[in-house]
């Protein structure tokens, strides 16, 4: 045993006497019992939903490094995405375009632009994180969609002060397995797991209100390829985006590569 397990654990007990937990409230609705209700409230709030823009602070944490910085992001539904990271300067350092289906990565430091699928291995070429482009930009939204058609589990967690919807989708190695915690009393979602194939846990918090569907503004995802957290700084819903701005070009003068979905070396 860790000599430090016994400070912990008295640390732990002190701050749940000193902060005592917020009763659990189901809002105005009272408390759910047919999570097809709250499947229907997730798809009419995601029907409203359709793009995005912000300058955010970055950071990430992976086997390539640990570092964090400002930039922009751009998204639009299903699989359109703009994310640009800047360097100290605040120029851009990293730019990733994708239009659903190429992706391009561009690094100013090496001046190279790399293309390839717009694949789980692909989008990990910028960001220590492997999903597919879809599920990335559904988490910039924080509204995750559920993988199965079907609920296969519904609980209310108090832990959490949330409704916990489980499904399931595909089977043998791709495999996953979602779990999706939508806040008890706003019924907006909190945060998302998914197991097996391809596995990631987001966190959902700091809400905006001015749209009235109290889009998240911080992100924090881990998975096992590293963590992100993400927060917005000026946040747009749904603007109007330029078609053009997800399009994956290539600098001028910029040296081209192929991405085949290993991702792109780290600068030495």
């Known amino acids: 045993m860790k000599r430090g397990a016994p400070w912990s654990l008295a640390i732990a007990a002190l701050w749940l006497v000193a902060c005592p937990r917020r009763p659990l409230s189901f809002g105005p609705q009272g408390e759910i019992q047919d999570p097809n209700e709250i499947v229907q409230a997730l798809?009419?709030?995601?029907?409203?939903?359709?793009?995005?823009?912000?300058?955010?602070?970055?950071?990430a944490d992976g086997a390539r490094g640990r570092g964090s910085t400002a930039?922009?992001?751009?998204?639009?539904?299903?699989?359109?995405?703009?994310?640009?990271?800047?360097?100290?300067?605040?120029?851009?350092?990293?730019?990733?375009t994708t239009e659903g289906t190429t992706l391009g990565v561009y690094q100013a430091s090496s001046n190279t632009f790399a293309t390839g699928l717009a694949s789980p291995r692909n989008v990990a070429s910028l960001v220590p994180i492997e999903l597919p482009v879809s599920e990335a930009v559904d988490l910039l939204f924080g509204d995750p969609r559920p993988l199965g058609s079907q609920v296969q589990g519904f609980f209310v967690d108090r832990g959490r002060y949330s409704y916990a919807l489980l499904f399931t989708a595909?089977?043998?190695?791709?495999?996953?397995?979602?779990?999706?915690?939508?806040?008890?009393?706003?019924?907006?979602?909190?945060?998302?797991?998914?197991?097996?194939?391809?596995?990631?846990?987001?966190?959902?918090?700091n809400f905006e209100s001015d749209s009235g569907l109290r889009v998240?503004?911080?992100?924090?995802?881990?998975?096992?390829?590293?963590?992100?957290?993400?927060?917005?700084?000026?946040?747009?819903?749904?603007?109007?985006?330029?078609?053009?701005?997800?399009?994956?070009?290539?600098p001028p003068g910029a040296s081209q590569r192929v991405l085949e979905g290993q991702g792109i070396e780290p600068n030495p």
């Open 43 to 59: 798809a009419s709030r995601s029907a409203k939903l359709h793009r995005l823009r912000s300058e955010v602070s970055f950071s």
């Open 71 to 96: 930039g922009l992001v751009a998204a639009e539904r299903p699989a359109h995405l703009h994310l640009e990271l800047d360097d100290f300067f605040g120029n851009p350092a990293a730019v990733l």
């Open 170 to 205: 595909g089977s043998g190695a791709q495999e996953r397995r979602q779990r999706i915690d939508v806040d008890t009393e706003t019924l907006v979602p909190i945060g998302e797991a998914v197991e097996g194939w391809e596995p990631f846990e987001a966190r959902f918090s």
């Open 216 to 250: 998240l503004r911080r992100l924090e995802v881990d998975s096992p390829g590293g963590t992100i957290k993400l927060t917005y700084k000026s946040l747009e819903i749904n603007p109007q985006l330029s078609p053009d701005l997800f399009i994956p070009r290539a």
